[in-house]
């Protein structure tokens, strides 16, 4: 028997981890044995490098960027999400590696195609059943940010325009790659999103 591998994508603030949530408590309501995971840090090593990749200060060069996710991807694919899937388990997981295409790719420096090849490597090509994609217009944070504030901010500027291409990196990859993705808008109601997921997920129950 097999599990399977269900990623949720999208922007900061998209609403993943409670839809994740969510469907996990669905899950383990029908008996299935669920798994939870996210990267960066979804084991004891991963929390480590989550740290330096995220809080560490100083520039980190955008190559050592990349392979600190690839890391962190390489050690929790192999010790726990593979694993568990060969067990029957379902593992659901915040982010993976369409998010270093996707942000690792967005700042103009490296090569989304190189950047996608370093996380299949440290995969070892494990690729996931189900990709949830919770696509929010990134001009909503914008907005938000404008009523608070009404000065132009050039780095605010600049922020939104990288999210912009990260949510635009994220659109074509589920364009792609129809049969993986599901994409829905991070601004429908929790209730409908949720909904809409477990109907898919079931289907892949069947
Ligand atoms: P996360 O913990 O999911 O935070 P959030 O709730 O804000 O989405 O992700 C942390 C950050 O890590 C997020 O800004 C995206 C970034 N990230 C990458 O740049 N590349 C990657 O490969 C992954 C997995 C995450």
Excluded at 34 to 58: A, C, D, K, Q
Excluded at 79 to 88: H, L
Excluded at 124 to 142: K, N, V
């Amino acid at each position: 028997m097999t599990g399977l591998f269900i990623t949720f994508e999208g922007g900061d603030g998209s609403g993943k981890t409670t839809q994740a949530e969510l469907l996990s408590q669905w899950l383990v309501h029908a008996g299935h044995t669920v798994v939870r995971s996210r990267e960066p840090g979804g084991t004891e090593l991963g929390l480590e490098l989550r740290e330096i990749v995220l809080h560490r200060r100083g520039h980190i060069a955008p190559r050592a960027e990349a392979l600190i996710y690839a890391a962190d991807r390489a050690h929790n694919i192999a010790t726990k999400v593979r694993p568990a899937v060969e067990r029957g388990d379902i593992v659901i997981q915040d982010r993976y590696l369409d998010s270093s295409v996707a942000y690792q790719g967005a700042g103009r420096v490296l090569d989304p195609i190189e950047v996608r090849d370093i996380s299949l490597w440290a995969a070892e090509g494990f690729m996931p059943d189900l990709t949830i994609l919770l696509d929010l217009d990134e001009s909503i944070g914008r907005e938000r940010l404008d009523e608070a504030r009404s000065k132009y901010d050039r780095l605010e500027a600049e922020e939104s325009e990288f999210h912009s291409r990260v949510r635009g990196a994220f659109l074509r990859l589920a364009d792609e790659d129809p049969q993986r993705f599901l994409v829905l808008p991070a601004t429908d109601s929790i209730e409908r999103i949720a909904e809409a997921i477990r109907s898919r997920v079931g289907s892949l129950l069947d």
